[in-house]
């Protein structure tokens, strides 16, 4: 399950127990949650910094082969994450 799944479905009500008022008024909550995001985030940067573009376009071409061809709700998921973001990395400034 992912993250954006496990948190539509407590903002939709399927978690009787949960709500996101409550998560976020935990303090445990509220850190996992801010960790996940910032994790996604940290992820993505250093997809655009360390991968080239040839590279993950491969990577998308081997999830399509891999997934037989068929175009899957998750495709669109993949080649979101592996577009580039629009951050630069500046080599010469570090």
């Known amino acids: 399950m992912s ?3 496990y948190l539509t479905d407590v903002g ?8 996101l008022d409550a998560i976020l008024q935990d ?3 509220k850190t996992l949650i801010v960790e996940t995001i ?5 992820m ?3 997809l655009d910094k360390l991968i080239p ?4 376009e491969r990577i998308i071409s081997c999830y399509i082969r891999y997934m037989s061809g068929s175009a899957s709700q998750l495709t669109g998921y993949v080649v979101g ?3 580039q973001t629009g951050y630069t990395y500046d080599k010469e400034t570090r």
């Open 53 to 56: 573009s040839i590279a993950r």
């Open 38 to 42: 910032y994790h996604y985030g940290v």
């Open 81 to 83: 994450m592996c577009k």
């Open 3 to 5: 993250v954006t799944t």
């Open 44 to 46: 993505l940067l250093l």
């Open 12 to 19: 939709e009500g399927k978690y009787i127990e949960f709500t």
């Open 27 to 29: 303090n445990d909550g």
